[in-house]
């Protein structure tokens, strides 16, 4: 299907664009919404067009909220702002549709939890798909997996702001290293355990060593082998832990065991670029067994293919599977 030239599109095609892709990025679409927009997209090149376009003007948005600049020599993502340049007459639509446009866009980026201030100033930040290793002082290392943001409050403390990281102290006794993450705190001497502060909560893994960790009131202390999570509220008790699954992405793959195909689809996005999108509840609740090599994010579309589950791509690394 041919594009059109997008001062060609009428207003009201620009704005059920607009619609459709705050419904579909929203994570809550189903098989028949799914559907239903295959098939507006399909009446003619010039929905077609106006759906490129309203991809394209949430990816602006997104670069004009911080736009992230890799620095090859450090292997850090740093952090600047700006107005975005190229951006064409229908892609700042003008008047009342510019006001709509920005404002269902804004909406429904919130719900796919776009970084914070902090995160954004974050000391040590990674990007999709990126992973990143640092020798952060004498006796300490770490590593930061994808779409993580880390912030040094001194030379023995630091903030896991959101995403994962992996650490290795090796400190005399009678000094020690501490991990804050969302309102709780971990100290070790001489251990290695993984860290990991996503979707509002935090899951900590010793594994080597033993080490300390404390929410308020709530205390544990875990050896090697052992894990607890906890969000602002909860505070689970110390359970043995998988530390092949909790440590895989380090070898470079994701695994996952009985794991629904929604959260599946979840942890793929953290590495791939664009989003894979979820239509149905059905479809999301099929468990899935397996792994996936981190440079290799598609792979998982394959895979979903040879179960039966039916892949759609979409303009702008959009994939729909249902």
């Not at 959101?162 to 290293?177: H, I, T, V, Y």
């Not at 832990?241 to 689809?265: I, P, Q, Y």
Request: charged residues 20%; hydrophobic residues 45%.
């Amino acid at each position: 299907m041919s594009s059109v030239d997008e001062s060609c599109v009428p207003d009201h095609i620009v704005r059920q664009s607009l619609d459709w892709l705050v419904r579909l990025t929203s994570g809550r679409v189903t098989a028949a919404e799914a559907q239903a927009f295959m098939t507006w997209r399909a009446q003619s090149a010039v929905h077609a067009t106006a759906f490129r376009e309203a991809l394209e003007l949430r990816q602006k948005l997104q670069t004009a909220a911080g736009e992230f600049v890799r620095d090859d020599a450090q292997n850090v993502v740093h952090v600047g702002f700006g107005r975005p340049a190229g951006m064409s007459r229908r892609a700042l639509l003008g008047g009342a549709i510019a006001a709509s446009a920005v404002g269902l866009l804004v909406a429904g980026m919130q719900t796919e939890l776009l970084p914070t201030a902090a995160e954004l100033t974050a000391d040590y930040r990674t990007a999709t798909g990126q992973q990143q290793n640092v020798a952060f002082a004498h006796g300490l290392l770490f590593e930061l997996n994808t779409q993580t943001s880390m912030s040094v409050r001194n030379p023995r403390a630091v903030e896991v702001l959101s995403g994962e990281a992996a650490f290795d102290a090796k400190l005399p006794r009678q000094d020690q290293f501490s991990v804050a993450a969302l309102d709780g705190k971990i100290l070790a001497s001489d251990a290695s355990f993984n860290v990991r502060n996503t979707d509002g909560a935090v899951c900590v893994t010793c594994v080597r060593g033993h080490l300390t960790v404390s929410r308020g009131a709530q205390f544990a202390e875990l050896s090697a082998g052992q894990q607890v999570q906890y969000t602002e509220r909860d505070w689970s008790e110390t359970r043995k832990a998988n530390v092949e699954l909790a440590t895989a992405w380090r070898s470079g793959v994701v695994m996952f065991h009985d794991l629904a195909l929604s959260k599946v689809v979840r942890e793929v996005n953290r590495y791939r670029p664009g989003k894979i999108l979820v239509a149905g509840s059905g479809v999301g609740r099929r468990r899935l067994s397996g792994l996936i090599q981190i440079k290799r994010p598609e792979a998982i579309l394959a895979q979903l293919q040879s179960l039966g589950v039916r892949v759609t791509p979409l303009p702008g690394g959009l994939v729909l599977v249902s």
